[in-house]
């Protein structure tokens, strides 16, 4: 991705701090690492792709893009290859070497059929490399439909056709709790400055959430700390899929 191109990003969530959003934090490390190992000039499909924020880690590969470009009408999405559903995508056949999907199945109204398309524009041996969410409170609303468990991603993967699947959990419960402490925060009222409007209580109530921020903060650290004691990975944030065809 070129300069221009990262200057237009309105969400570039690949630059989100660690704390700030724990889940993302999983997501973006995994990516990175698919893109450490694919080989130079490997053909790669970003499914719900967004507005790209990672082509810039796919320099090395020919990367297209595909997106139905409703989730977020803040979002830039005129860097996409291809505008369309996923259950209907307008590529041939055995296509591609690899497809990459973060956080993108729990939007998709039809992610059996999703996941069958993805599966056809695959080459033969081509990996998708996919993530899904297990619990997340809502976003993209309207366009947000389920959650899954790693049984529900398996039987939907092998029903689309593949053979190879390998699901891991980003994390335990303890960075599920570190994950979801943060939305206490957003309970507490605004001051309203920034929108031209003032509320009275978002002020009193200003140095309390000042110190329950640093509490969460100091909660999380722990917390992070504490998942290396959780090794069945059932209560995670959400999951890591490779899946061969």
């Not at 049984?151 to 570190?178: E, N, Q």
Request: glycine share 6%; charged share 20%; hydrophobic share 40%.
């Amino acid at each position: 991705m070129n300069e221009e191109q990262s200057n237009q990003l309105t969400d570039d969530f690949s630059k989100i701090p660690k704390l700030k959003d724990i889940g993302r934090y999983y997501v973006n490390n995994f990516v990175k690492d698919v893109a450490a190992k694919l080989p130079e000039g490997f053909l790669i499909l970003d499914a719900g792709a967004g507005e790209c924020a990672y082509k810039k880690y796919f320099s090395h590969c020919q990367y297209k893009s595909v997106d139905l470009a409703v989730g977020d009408d803040k979002w830039c999405y005129q860097h996409l290859d291809y505008i369309a559903p996923l259950d209907d995508l307008p590529i041939d056949d055995n296509v591609f070497d690899a497809v990459l999907s973060t956080q993108v199945l729990e939007h998709l109204s039809k992610p059996q059929e999703s996941l069958c398309e993805l599966y056809r524009v695959l080459k033969k041996n081509g990996t998708l490399y996919l993530t899904a969410p297990m619990a997340q409170a809502e976003h993209q609303i309207p366009y947000d439909f389920f959650r899954y468990t790693s049984y529900g991603l398996k039987h939907l993967l092998m029903t689309a056709g593949f053979s190879s699947i390998d699901v891991k959990p980003m994390g335990g419960c303890f960075v599920r709790w570190a994950y979801e402490l943060p939305s206490v925060i957003n309970l507490f009222p605004r001051i309203g400055y920034t929108k031209g409007e003032f509320n009275l209580n978002g002020l009193l109530l200003m140095p309390l959430r000042r110190m329950v921020s640093a509490l969460v903060i100091l909660l999380q650290i722990i917390l992070i700390y504490l998942d290396r004691f959780d090794d069945t990975g059932k209560d995670t944030w959400g999951w890591q899929v490779i899946a061969i065809k």
